[in-house]
């Protein structure tokens, strides 16, 4: 019998009866294995409703113990983190030890939220005027929404929810048709840490679903996390219905590797950022500035022999260091964007088209590539690839290679490899990228700072989770009280002046 999966609302799994549904497979095989239910319009306004009846409680629980049901999630998430990489690794195809460190970055959040009482802090201010105190804290939002892409089914809706609960939210969370049942485990076990019914509720679906929850009045905030055109499309429709939104969007993501560098340490942290999880990650490196043509040279011959010898294989192989793609459509549009950098003149130094792995000839892999003479007029530089693809673009200088990445339309993450002090301190201040690493090839921050893109691969004016997740799904109040003369004296008529 092949697994249906089911949604989470108001506290129970129910088998959604849409009828429109679609198929989840295992990408290191090809087999389908599950059905996912793509849930109608009335199973949405059931999620809505549950939120909305679960949150004027949840709101008003003390900080502490909404913070309580959060140390009980994180302890349970730890218990199962290795459930969890499992059941990741088996609809996306990651390797288990990447999809444990996914699951262990996503726990950071959880972590986050648990100092709540402390986030939620607000500011006084005595006396302001005689008798006249200030207080500002931030409320909760109310009913709120998450939608997230397949890449990081685990990590990226806890970028949102464990926040935007222990906020005093509750919470619609709208996964990936890929990979649905990670979100579907972390529900599980929010569950059994004492969340109440309704605070969290889990639909599946696709556009429809989606663009239910952008125009449903009792909606206050949308968080999305994908690609750009999707980003932009989200953001545009949930603000024209009155919505906070936050969306994330897609990246091309450079490396710089200056002069000085120690190229062998480049090589590895180029190896690491470019394929894996077979490029499928929104801070993957998939471009490489070498500076300068004895930089660029020496660079590809340290990664030419590393990218031919990558291991791929099933997340069940332990030394796989990459695993396949998550779809037969994602494979081909991969093998469609090398086919086209052939076509526009990049010299094709590692062709991965025409990979296969025995006996697995069902999944979708695809082996490691490697361009160079990459030029920002190719098609493969300008967009994103989203596979185990790394273009080298060749700067004659450090100016040019700053300015690249300037122009590019994305500005999600980037890197500069390098010993001088000055240049990194100099690159840090004037790129135009949200994150920035120094000999840090995948800059992701820490749960207690945010992540945010700049230009294209951000709209909205919050990054994603730390105190920008706070307050994106908070709203600022400020109370001045006059105690007790007042205007017991009678009614002033004059603008207040304090
Ligand atoms: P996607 O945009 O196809 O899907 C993301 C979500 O949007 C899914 O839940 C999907 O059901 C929904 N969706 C898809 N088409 C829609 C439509 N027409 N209308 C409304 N909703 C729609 O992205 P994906 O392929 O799942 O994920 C990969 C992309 O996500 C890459 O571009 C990657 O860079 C990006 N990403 C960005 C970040 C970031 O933090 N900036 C993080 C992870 C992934």
Redesign the pocket.
């Known amino acids: 019998m092949m697994q249906v999966i089911e949604n989470a609302i108001g506290g129970k799994r129910v088998v959604s009866t849409s009828g429109r549904k679609a198929s989840v497979y295992n990408p290191a095989t090809g087999e389908q294995i599950a059905e996912l239910p793509l849930s109608a319009g009335g199973e949405i306004d059931a999620a809505i409703a549950a939120a909305k009846a679960a949150q004027p409680e949840w709101g008003n629980t003390p900080p502490h113990k909404r913070a309580r049901v959060m140390f009980k999630f994180k302890e349970l998430l730890d218990r199962h983190a290795a459930d969890l990489a499992r059941e990741i690794s088996r609809e996306h195809g990651k390797t288990h030890d990447d999809a444990l460190g996914e699951v262990h970055r996503g726990i950071e959040c959880v972590e986050y939220a648990c100092g709540i009482p402390e986030l939620l802090k607000g500011a006084f201010s005595r006396n302001v005027g005689p008798a006249i105190d200030t207080y500002s804290d931030r409320q909760p939002l109310g009913v709120v929404a998450g ?6 089914p685990a990590m ?1 809706p806890m ?1 949102m929810y464990p926040a935007a609960i222990a906020c005093g939210n509750t919470f619609i969370l ?5 990979d649905p049942s990670a979100p579907m485990l972390a529900w599980d076990l929010l569950m059994e840490a004492g969340c109440p019914d309704g605070v969290l509720n889990v639909v599946h ?3 429809e ?3 239910h929850l ?1 125009d449903h009045p009792d909606i206050k905030a949308i968080s ?8 932009e ?2 953001y545009q429709r949930g603000t024209r219905a009155g919505k906070r939104v936050q969306a ?4 091309k993501n450079h490396m710089v590797i200056l002069p000085d560098a120690d190229l062998d340490q480049a090589a590895d942290a180029l190896m690491g950022a470019g394929f894996g999880s077979a490029g ?4 993957a490196i998939s471009v490489a500035v070498p500076v300068g043509e004895k930089t660029a040279d020496a660079l590809i011959e340290r990664l030419r022999p590393r990218v031919e010898s990558l291991k791929i294989g099933p997340s069940t192989d332990k030394d796989a260091e990459m695993g396949p793609v ?1 779809t037969s459509m ?1 494979r081909d549009k991969i093998l469609g964007y090398i086919d086209k950098g052939v076509e526009e003149g990049a010299e094709l130094v590692v062709d991965g088209r025409g990979f296969t792995l025995q006996g697995y000839e069902g999944g979708y892999y695809v082996g490691g590539t490697l361009f160079d003479r990459v030029t920002p007029e190719m098609t493969i530089y300008k967009e ?1 690839i ?1 596979g185990p693809v790394l273009s080298v673009v060749r700067a004659s200088d450090y100016s040019q290679a700053v300015q690249m990445i300037n122009d590019h339309e994305f500005g ?1 993450g980037t890197a500069i490899f390098t010993r001088d002090g000055d240049a990194a301190r100099d690159f840090a201040d004037r790129i135009e990228v949200g994150m920035v690493g120094v000999n840090v090839p995948i800059p992701v921050p820490v749960a207690y700072h945010s ?3 700049w230009k294209r ?2 709209f909205g004016d919050h990054s ?1 989770y730390g105190p920008e997740g706070v307050h994106f799904y908070t709203r600022l109040k400020t109370v001045t009280t006059r105690w007790p003369a007042g205007i017991k004296s009678g009614a002033q008529f004059t603008f207040p002046t304090l």
Do not use: Q
């Open positions: 939608i997230t892409p397949f890449n990081f990226v970028w709208k996964p990936s048709e890929r679906g696709d556009k679903a989606v663009d952008l999305f996390v994908g690609s750009t055109p999707i980003a499309y989200v994330l969007g897609g990246a499928e990650r929104c801070m998550v994602h994103e989203f999600n992540f945010g893109g691969s951000l994603i």
